[in-house]
C-alpha cells in the first residue's frame, strides 16, 4: 500500500508529520493528555485512546513492513490503540521533562 489518504495517521518516525492525519493525531492526543495524565487506571487510559480513534473517523492508522521497508499495511484496531496509549505517555514524558 502507497496510496496515503489526507486523513490517514503514518506511524514511521520522520514521516508523515505534515500529514494531515498525523497534526490531527496528535491535536487529539494533547487534547486529551490532562485526562490522561489525572487517571492511573489503564481502563480508563485505553477508553480514552479509543475515543482518540473514534474522533479520528476516516483515517487509516498504516504502519511500514519491516521486511522490505518500502509498502505500508494498515493496523488492526488493537495496534491502533496500542499506539494512541504510547503516543499519550510519550507526550506526557516529554512535556515533564522540559
Do not use: W
Not at 49 to 60: M, S, T, V
Amino acid at each position: 500500500m502507497e496510496n496515503f489518504l489526507p486523513e490517514d495517521i503514518i506511524s514511521v518516525r520522520g514521516c508523515g508529520k505534515s500529514q494531515k492525519g498525523n497534526l490531527l493525531f496528535r491535536e487529539l492526543i494533547c487534547r486529551h493528555k490532562a485526562e490522561y495524565d489525572e487517571n492511573i487506571d489503564p481502563d480508563h487510559r485505553r477508553d480514552i485512546a479509543i475515543r482518540i480513534i473514534d474522533e479520528l473517523k476516516l483515517g487509516r492508522f498504516l504502519k511500514k513492513r519491516n521486511n522490505t521497508g518500502l509498502y505500508f499495511f494498515v493496523m488492526t484496531y488493537e495496534l491502533a490503540i496500542q499506539k494512541t496509549v504510547f503516543a499519550m505517555r510519550d507526550c506526557r514524558l516529554s512535556k515533564t521533562s522540559k
